[in-house]
């Protein structure tokens, strides 16, 4: 798959917050290389690929999924580039080989094989599904606003959980009914499992239990937040948007965290953006993109410098028809700010736009 994208493939403006996002995306290269990679696996492969991905998140239903065969096809580059340079001296290339140099057991033990690197996640780039950014040039707004999804992280302290019955080893018989006191409203409470009085059954939160429970690593515009659900709702969630507006506040005032957007392409600098992500992945500078944006600037010929017996070289340097003073810096300060805002969102912002 060829990972230059087309210059004349730039966007028409006026596109809806959800459209630019895919645009930014598109010429991600941490999604290129993903997509590229992803559709060199077999269907088999892909799927065992999301199971090592729910294993890793916690969520894999039962290890039976994982296909041992299959995943020692895998190749090492699908998992977490934290660990790469260990993994290359070992001169392996699949998951097999590099397990056959590091452990003689036959198991997918889950701390010799390292986790799936994030950026082959749906849910780290905010899409409902795969999309091939090269093929896909643009959508149309119905369209794009279906491509995006997020969810707030959830963790509740009694879920309902209906496929422990389909879990084998799981003995249902060993449940303890919850059945109502007749002097209070509250269920029996099981260790781990608990049945309903209406035959419901749930499993308790790892926080509840209190076992293999690890605290959250989370980033610095992450928040935990605990609600409960004995109390009224309401002023809770108002009580927990007020410290989160707050904190959110200080966060930005210490530039720690970027204002969040709050306009759509705005007299068309988006459209600037895109046209500027393109001619730098042709090898543009800010020298070259200032002289295309910017019609007061030019460029002259300083003087010419002949070394041996080569043909003589111009030094040329560029000027500003309403600044004849201006030297580089001042000049292609402009051009050099906007190249920062581009590349943030075609790297992060755009998860931003999606959900304008």
Not at 80 to 94: A, H, K, P, Q
Not at 169 to 174: M, Q, T
Not at 219 to 243: A, N, T, W, Y
Not at 312 to 317: E, Q, R
């Amino acid at each position: 798959m060829a990972e230059k994208i087309n210059s004349s493939t730039e966007p028409k403006p006026g596109l809806t917050a959800q459209q630019w996002a895919w645009q930014f995306l598109r010429r991600n290269p941490e999604y290129l290389s993903a997509f590229e990679m992803l559709s060199t696996l077999s269907q088999k492969q892909f799927e065992q690929l999301k199971f090592l991905i729910a294993r890793d998140q916690d969520s894999l239903l039962s290890e039976d999924f994982l296909d041992e065969k299959i995943i020692r096809t895998l190749d090492l580059r699908f998992f977490d580039s934290r660990r790469e340079e260990m993994l290359d001296e070992t001169g392996g290339e699949t998951v097999g080989m590099y397990l056959d140099q590091i452990s003689d057991s036959p198991s997918l033990d889950r701390n010799l094989l390292p986790k799936v690197s994030n950026k082959f996640r749906l849910d780290y780039y905010c899409l409902s599904q795969w999309i091939n950014p090269i093929k896909f040039l643009d959508f149309d707004a119905q369209t794009a606003a279906k491509l995006w999804v997020y969810k707030p992280f959830l963790e509740f302290g009694l879920a309902k959980a209906p496929w422990l019955e389909h879990i084998e080893g799981v003995n249902l018989d060993s449940f303890e009914n919850s059945k109502r006191s007749t002097r209070s409203k509250n269920f029996k409470k099981n260790p781990l499992m608990l049945r309903g009085a209406d035959g419901t059954l749930f499993m308790r939160s790892p926080t509840i239990f209190g076992r293999d429970y690890k605290t959250p690593k989370l980033d610095i515009s992450q928040v935990d937040v605990r609600i409960d659900l004995g109390m009224p709702l309401e002023f809770q969630i108002r009580q927990v948007k007020e410290q989160l507006v707050q904190h959110r506040k200080l966060l930005q005032s210490a530039g720690l965290l970027d204002k969040p957007l709050r306009q759509v392409d705005r007299n068309g600098i988006y459209q600037e953006y895109i046209l500027i992500l393109d001619r730098l992945n042709d090898g543009a500078n800010p020298v070259s993109l200032t002289l295309e944006l910017d019609d007061q600037v030019f460029e002259k010929v300083e003087r010419w410098v002949k070394k041996d017996n080569s043909d003589a070289i111009p030094v040329k340097s560029i000027r500003n028809r309403a600044k004849p003073a201006a030297r580089y810096e001042e000049l292609t300060a402009p051009v050099r700010q906007k190249i920062v805002r581009a590349l943030k969102l075609r790297d992060s912002g755009y998860k931003t736009l999606a959900f304008l």
